[in-house]
């Protein structure tokens, strides 16, 4: 990351399922709306002898649709097992936490490998600053999905896990950030010399996953440069200090001692459950990028530049076609949407949804261009004011209050190209001994004098009958 230190980062996310009912009971999931348990039975409380039933189909539906959206293979035809993962903490009852083996493998999302997608009960929440422990979550349908560490810097994090939210958005039927949690693995290598792996668990915000790597990043580097040694162990994330203080030494797979749950009949993934899941699902990012070149003859490139933001992808769908679909409304939505658009919205650090614009802004913007009404280069301007303003303005409201309007008046034209003409001899030299590229020089001189508003049309026009008559 600095030139003589890198980082490796794995994560482990959890999302809930949104289902009507637990994992394994009947009971309500809206755990936040309702007093501390009152959402509870024998199951989900972990009760000795209370026999769960049989897994909610649809939590399984979408933990596959995950997978797939993942571009995970399915675990096919194969006992998938819940697991009992032991360990001891007041949220949990019966000692253990009911986990499946993977449902999907070998996935990969942006650059990040999947290691696998499985699906798992939420424990309840112990709340001992009230000396309560609240059951009302305790069953709910949880999916995780592990990384690779495949992740190289705290941005890279950050915009993952931003675009997996995207993800989940697209999919439905997930709870999103709001109730995610992740656990960050990450080690640090300085001049060579390799640290050990260290996890942070439990972080419920994407920017405290940032923190938490910029915080770790310079800990573990501080201690390789001193000669130390990054000790092997789990760490907890004190949010209000943003720091990171060691837990415990790290569980290895035998402490949880894990045994197929004797209760629960595994489940089976076939074929035909497949299909039935893909019926359903949304067309994944990568069927988007295809039918794209395909359907608008845009480029692979662009294709997927726009589909890896979903939201700007349907924005450009949605462009096209209020435009009319031809060759040339595509090149235009392309150039303005996933070029300045998102040039723009890089510089400023946003992602679409977040500047408030809307598809209708972008109509108007090229509308405006096409009718010659702005330049090209006042159409750059205005999306970076639209966007700044956070899509208060229309791009019209933006033309009409600065005064952008294109310059098509052929006496301030030829004014300007005369300016041009006088203050530049060397670039009209050139053109005349033949170099046409010196027109374009003179074209930017004319687009400066009259701040990028002359119809660029009717410069060259005007500039070429003026370098004729000099022959
Ligand atoms: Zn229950």
């Known amino acids: 990351?600095?030139?003589?230190?890198?980082?490796?980062?794995?994560?482990?996310?959890?999302?809930?399922?949104?289902?009507?009912?637990?994992?394994?009971?009947?009971?309500?999931?809206?755990?936040?709306?309702?007093?501390?348990?009152?959402?509870?039975?024998?199951?989900?409380?972990?009760?000795?002898?209370?026999?769960?039933?049989?897994?909610?189909?649809?939590?399984?539906?979408i933990a596959i649709m995950v997978a797939k959206m993942l571009n995970c293979e399915i675990v096919l035809d194969k006992d998938i097992y819940f697991q009992r993962k032991h360990y001891d903490y007041p949220d949990l009852p019966s000692g253990y936490q009911r986990?499946?083996?993977?449902?999907?493998?070998?996935?990969?999302?942006?650059?990040?490998?999947?290691?696998e997608v499985h699906l798992e009960?939420?424990?309840?929440?112990?709340?001992?600053?009230?000396?309560?422990?609240?059951?009302?979550?305790?069953?709910?349908?949880?999916?995780?999905?592990?990384?690779?560490?495949?992740?190289?810097?705290?941005?890279?994090?950050?915009?993952?896990?931003?675009?997996?939210?995207?993800?989940?958005r697209y999919i439905g039927h997930l709870r999103g950030e709001g109730t995610m949690r992740a656990d960050v693995n990450i080690s640090v290598n300085y001049r060579g010399i390799q640290g050990n792996r260290v996890e942070v668990k439990n972080i419920n915000s994407i920017k405290g996953v940032y923190k938490v790597l910029k915080y770790e990043f310079i800990r573990q580097k501080n201690i390789l440069k001193r000669?130390?040694?990054?000790?092997?162990?789990?760490?907890?994330?004190?949010?209000?200090?943003?720091?990171?203080?060691?837990?415990?030494?790290?569980?290895?797979?035998?402490?949880?001692?894990?045994?197929?749950?004797?209760?629960?009949?595994?489940?089976?993934?076939?074929?035909?459950?497949?299909k039935e899941v893909e019926s359903q699902m949304p067309e994944t990012p990568l069927e988007k990028e295809k039918r794209f070149i395909r359907e608008y003859g845009i480029k692979e490139e662009d294709a997927k530049v726009l589909v890896s933001d979903l939201a700007l992808a349907e924005v450009f769908?949605?462009?096209?076609?209020?435009?009319?679909v031809n060759e040339k409304h595509v090149n235009l939505a392309v150039?303005?949407?996933?070029?300045?658009?998102?040039?723009?919205?890089?510089?400023?650090?946003?992602?679409?949804?977040?500047?408030?614009?809307?598809?209708?802004?972008?109509?108007?913007?090229?509308?405006?261009?096409?009718?010659?009404?702005?330049?090209?280069?006042i159409g750059k301007k205005i999306i970076e004011i639209m966007v700044e303003h956070r899509g208060k303005k229309s791009p019209r409201e933006i033309v009409e209050e600065m005064g952008l309007t294109v310059i098509t008046e052929d006496d301030?034209?030829?004014?300007?190209?005369?300016?041009?003409?006088?203050?530049?001899?060397?670039?009209?030299?050139?053109?005349?001994?033949?170099?046409?590229?010196?027109?374009?020089?003179?074209?930017?001189?004319?687009?400066?004098?009259?701040?990028?508003?002359?119809?660029?049309?009717k410069v060259v026009k005007i500039l070429k009958e003026k370098l004729d008559t000099m022959v």
Not at 230 to 249: D, L, W
């Open 1 to 61: 990351m600095d030139g003589e230190t890198t980082m490796k980062c794995g994560l482990e996310i959890h999302v809930q399922v949104e289902t009507r009912s637990k994992l394994f009971c009947r009971c309500p999931t809206n755990y936040n709306e309702v007093p501390p348990n009152t959402n509870v039975c024998p199951v989900c409380m972990g009760l000795p002898g209370a026999r769960p039933m049989p897994p909610n189909k649809k939590a399984i539906d």
């Open 99 to 115: 986990t499946t083996v993977p449902i999907g493998v070998n996935g990969r999302f942006l650059n990040v490998g999947i290691a």
């Open 121 to 168: 009960e939420d424990p309840g929440q112990y709340k001992p600053d009230l000396g309560l422990v609240d059951f009302n979550r305790s069953g709910i349908p949880l999916i995780e999905i592990v990384t690779e560490p495949d992740i190289r810097s705290p941005e890279e994090a950050r915009e993952f896990l931003k675009q997996l939210m995207r993800l989940f």
């Open 227 to 274: 000669g130390g040694e990054v000790k092997r162990e789990t760490r907890a994330f004190m949010e209000s200090q943003m720091i990171t203080r060691a837990m415990r030494t790290k569980e290895t797979a035998e402490d949880y001692r894990y045994i197929p749950d004797p209760d629960i009949q595994p489940i089976v993934i076939d074929e035909r459950w497949i």
């Open 317 to 324: 769908e949605k462009v096209v076609r209020d435009l009319g």
């Open 335 to 377: 150039t303005w949407i996933r070029n300045e658009l998102k040039r723009v919205l890089a510089y400023n650090k946003i992602d679409f949804l977040e500047s408030n614009l809307k598809p209708e802004h972008l109509t108007e913007l090229i509308r405006l261009i096409t009718d010659n009404i702005i330049s090209q280069k």
């Open 412 to 457: 301030v034209l030829v004014k300007a190209c005369e300016e041009a003409i006088k203050n530049n001899p060397k670039a009209v030299k050139d053109y005349l001994d033949g170099n046409k590229v010196a027109l374009h020089f003179l074209m930017g001189q004319v687009m400066k004098l009259t701040k990028g508003r002359a119809e660029p049309k």
